[in-house]
């Protein structure tokens, strides 16, 4: 059995360059799921921000406006590829003589988990980048140190499987042609693992955090402006392209794409559910 690739090396390699090649289309796939997280988190004007996870950097640069030229953005990844890629935007936006001042941001390529952070940001945001730790709860209580007395947290992750036929209908319609992998062990790292929201709430709890509360969003969103566009979509990003990586057969893999394809609806742009939890919270004191 292959031994199991770290996240920094998951976040280096193919996936990482993937996400920054798809950065604007993902940007826009999850639009409507990020206008939630950052209504969730009430950004005021100053504040300083700590985006988790940041990834290409939508949530920090969005974060950097809402806050203003008073305020400050520590942004955080492990990936280089896309640390890279939100600096660059930050810098085009500086480039680009937009009369909105925007807060400075930091890029840090450092794992969130055990990275000391100064004590003083005002919010701890992430949008689906703090589902990847080892060990979940001395992590998120790192990223509670962050935090100043009062301090807020607020992040996206998803909700179950099922729940999300953004990813599900072709997940199903791959697992027709291909034999379902072996169950990853519970609470592994993976973008479902805090499916379970009292679960997730008891671990923010745990991690020292007050007044958890974890709420239900649901939006339908478009994966596609057709039907292929969503396949190539669909077995581009997530858990179904990696299902579609390992195999080596590519008469089985053109038959598991064909089967997602025909799994997509028809006549115009693709929309399907996506389930998150908005788990918001406040470092007491
Ligand atoms: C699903 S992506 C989300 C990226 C970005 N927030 C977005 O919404 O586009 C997960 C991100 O978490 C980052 N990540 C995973 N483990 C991490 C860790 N221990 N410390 C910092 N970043 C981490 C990955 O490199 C990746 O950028």
Redesign the pocket.
């Known amino acids: 059995m292959p031994e199991p690739i770290s ?2 090396d998951y ?1 280096n390699g193919a996936v ?1 360059e993937r ?1 920054t090649t798809m ?1 604007e289309e ?2 826009r796939v ?1 639009a409507p799921l ?1 206008e939630a997280l950052l209504a969730g988190a009430g950004l005021r004007p100053g504040e300083r921000v700590l ?6 950097g ?2 920090a640069l969005r974060a950097a406006g809402q806050v203003g030229a008073g305020g400050a953005v520590t942004a ?4 280089r590829p ?1 640390l890279a890629r939100g600096r660059a935007r930050a810098e085009a936006r500086a480039g680009s003589g937009a009369p909105v001042a925007f807060a400075p941001v930091a890029w840090i390529e ?4 055990t ?1 000391p952070f100064e004590p003083e940001h005002d919010l701890a945001l ?9 060990a979940s709860l001395p ?1 998120f209580a790192n990223i509670r140190r962050a935090l100043r007395p009062g301090g807020r947290l607020a992040f996206l992750c998803w909700r179950a499987l099922p729940e999300n036929p953004w990813v599900n209908v072709a997940r199903e319609a791959v697992l027709s042609v291909v034999p379902a992998p072996a169950p990853s062990p519970p609470d592994s ?1 993976g ?1 479902f693992r805090f499916a379970d929201g009292e679960a997730l709430a008891g671990l923010l709890e745990r991690a020292g955090f007050a007044r958890v509360a974890v709420a239900a969003i649901d939006r339908d969103i478009e994966i596609g402006g057709d039907a292929e566009a969503a396949t190539r979509f669909a077995v581009t990003v997530g858990p179904v392209s990696g299902l579609l990586r390992d195999l080596d057969d590519p008469d089985l893999r053109a038959r598991a794409v064909a089967a997602v394809r025909a799994a997509m609806p028809g006549g115009g742009p693709v929309r399907l559910g996506a389930a998150c939890w908005l788990a918001t919270a406040l470092v007491p004191g």
């Open positions: 996240q920094v976040w990482g996400w950065q993902l940007d999850f990020t985006d988790v996870g940041c990834g290409c939508d949530t955080v990844d492990v990936s896309m450092a794992d969130a988990q990275h992430s949008r689906f980048g703090v589902m990847f730790f080892d992590a790292p973008p």
